[in-house]
């Protein structure tokens, strides 16, 4: 046996198809907890082992920060491994901790340093920071390789300021944030200020074009840009800049994506330029030592909301691949082994989501046993659902000692929400915490130190430059800083040009001159220290200098007190950066991070706390026991969905994704009335609900059922009572398209044959009730002449 064949025996026949593949284009259709990150990392590592890929010659891009480390990580462990087992004989785990880090030291110094990990915003935050300078936009604007990264309340700052102030618009009538969001909307179709007034040539279209053009004026003048422009930039560089787009296409030679169904417009063009160099993809075929190697599944896109568009998932076989139906294409692969879920759950997964129309077929199996029925709770209000979900909890908790409180998760469609559980919740002292709610970064004593730290980095910041000017006070008044801030947009300066020359300070600020320039002095020695001092010792310096740290003891409040801890964290952070990123530790690099960051990349998983989040925050988690609460019409699925069939099948994308959570149980519950927004109104159960397997289903009484459901959990019972009595087809007998009959679904036919011998499953397709798989052995199913 070679050393691949030994490398690979863990995974399955489709995972290793798709690991194996070498050049080329490949779509992995991917279902939920179907071992997709082991595919990833075992493809990596197969594509340096054996076809002796070098590491800097790989991009992988992940759907956040936290996947991106958990691959490397596995890389490196996997690297590490083999490494043991050569030189020692013995599992990496077997070692001495020095010697597992010396390994590991050694493994990340020859590949895992030199591969590209991370997200659409992390990998060409970092392509920028080479190229940027090479880019002029239509209008000559330019930005530096230190330009800050304005997060999403910068934006909409320097928007509201357009509106409001310098265009003077009605805000009611250009409300900021709905400009923003059109001006995000365009950039996420590669649109500029000149395509999107073309797109929309009304007056509405004209104003929101002209402030965008503003907008990206005053990017440009804080040698800033935001989020969107992090991933738009580097596409209009590769167009307009043969040389750039060159040097990366033949840098990045075999290219993965994760979650490719939440790809947006600009980053399929960033991958395709990467990929095919400006050639159209659909007749590209210099695939020597090339491919591209994409994961996704178009059942789980539910980020339309952000420009995310499953259709290119869809498309994938046109653009790349051979264009050949599934049974024949070499350009496809389906991982569809579920090693996350129970069987029961994975039944009504796939009964939901066969409802769909815009997707690539595929159906969940599973690896594991039938596990317990799911539970429908019909409450007669929110307070009654709450109640219900958070003693479930209590009672599971203590029954079951190897359930702590994280193994919990209530998942619901709006974050209003989650009102009802926290009070419950508080109630009877079980600990919780929400998901998606304020990010660490986004608190103001947090922010209040990256922007010392960012006017450091980039003095033309100006965002930044006036957040902290007069924090902690230093006695400079709103009317210096507006004198300040006048002068330089007469002069045509950017305001730190005013603020470094000290005889325009002295004549301007009067007698908070002195305030000023002291605070000129705190930027001023930080940038001294930039390219000699790492980041922990900059943002110590600027924590005395700045008074900072001093100003929050001497309040003495608790919310002070509260607030130093997290600055104290903060710096934690910057120490734990540096520990990681040993190829570029630098001020610069860790804004760059702070900037990307996530509530989920900060999830901290060894807190013993029940998780509340919505459903789009619970995408790619997994917990031993999910509760989905309130499916009803109007709710969920959400009341702009129910006459919009392409929202409503995201919709129902959504709940499977709920589902697909749970790993042991799942609680599903809905109430007969609500009060969300003040006024209590009873509701209708959701149409969901009728989408599911009955028979796989409890509930706290047969009426919990609406009308639409054609089986009472007593009616399931005794129907699989008799089915137990009624003989089986010999598993040796069974052919595709075979015509059956089972006593609960009626009739089908055999679409898919899974295993051998004793050990085989039957996908059967039946008419109005979907595809299920059925194992002969313990299911009735009797086949038709």
Sequence with gaps: MTQTIDFLSHLNASQRQAVEHYCGPLLVVAGAGSGKTRALTYRIANLVLTHRVDPENILAVTFTNK????????????????????????????????????????????????????????????????????????????????????????????????????????????????????????????????????????????????????????????????????????????????????????????????????TNRTQYDLIRLLVTNREDSSRFNDWHYRSVFVVGDADQSIYSFRAADFTILMDFQDDFGDRLPDDDTRTMVKLEENYRSTQNILEAANQLIENNTERIEKILRPTRGSGESIFLY???????????????????????PELSWSKFAILYRTNAQSRSFEEILVHHKVPYKIIGGLRFYDRKEIKDVLAYLRAIANPYDTVSLLRVINTPRRGIGKTTIDTLVRASQELNQPLWEILQDETSVKTLAGRSAKGVLSFVQIIQKGREQLDTLPANEIIQEVLEASGYVADLKAQGTDEAEERLKNVEELYNAVNQFQEDNEEDPSLIAFLANASLASDLDNLDEGENKVSLMTLHSSKGLEFPVVFLVGLEQGLFPNHRSIDN????????????????????????????????????????????????????????????????????????????????????????????????????????????????????????KFPGMGQKIVDPKITSVQRLD
């Design 645 to 764: 069939p392409a929202a409503l099948e995201e919709e129902r994308r959504l709940c499977y994704v709920g589902i697909t959570r749970a790993q042991e149980r799942l609680f599903i519950s809905y109430a007969r009335a609500r009060r969300l927004y003040g006024n209590r109104e009873f509701a209708e159960p959701s149409l969901f609900l009728s989408e599911l397997p009955k028979e796989e289903m409890e509930s706290n009484s047969a009426s919990a059922f609406p009308s639409r459901f054609t089986k009472t959990i007593a009616q399931s019972r005794e129907q699989r009572e008799e089915d137990a009595q009624l003989p089986n087809t010999h598993e040796d007998d069974w052919s595709v398209g075979d015509r059956v009959i089972h006593r609960a679904y009626g009739e089908g036919q055999v679409t898919h044959i899974f295993g051998a011998g004793n050990k085989i499953c039957l996908a059967v």
């Design 378 to 400: 019909r409450a007669d209000d929110e307070v009654d659902e709450a109640e219900f979900v958070v003693q479930k909890i209590r009672e599971l908790e203590a029954k079951h």
């Design 67 to 262: 996947a991106a480390r958990e691959m490397k990580d596995r890389i490196e462990k996997l690297f590490a491994d083999r490494e043991a087992q050569r030189e020692y004989g013995k599992p990496l785990d077997a070692l001495p901790p020095d010697e597992q880090t010396r390994l590991k030291s050694r493994i990340y110094k020859t590949i895992t340093k030199d591969l590209w990990i991370g997200t659409f915003h992390a990998l060409c935050t970092r392509i920028l920071r080479f190229d940027i300078e090479k880019y002029q936009d239509r209008n000559g604007r330019q930005w530096t390789r230190t330009f800050s990264i304005f997060d999403e309340s910068d934006a909409q700052s320097l928007v509201k300021d357009i509106v409001v102030n310098q265009l003077n618009l009605d805000d009611r009538k250009f409300d900021p944030r709905s400009v923003r969001f059109a001006i995000s909307n365009a950039k996420n179709q590669s649109w500029s200020p000149q395509d999107l007034e073309r797109e929309q040539p009304n007056y509405r279209g004209r104003v929101i074009a002209n402030v965008y053009s503003m907008y990206q004026d005053a990017l440009a003048a804080n040698n800033a840009l935001d989020f969107d422009d992090l991933i738009l930039m580097p596409v209009k560089l590769f167009r307009q800049n043969e040389q750039v787009r060159a040097y990366w296409h033949n840098r990045f030679r075999h290219i993965l994506v994760d979650e490719y169904q939440d």
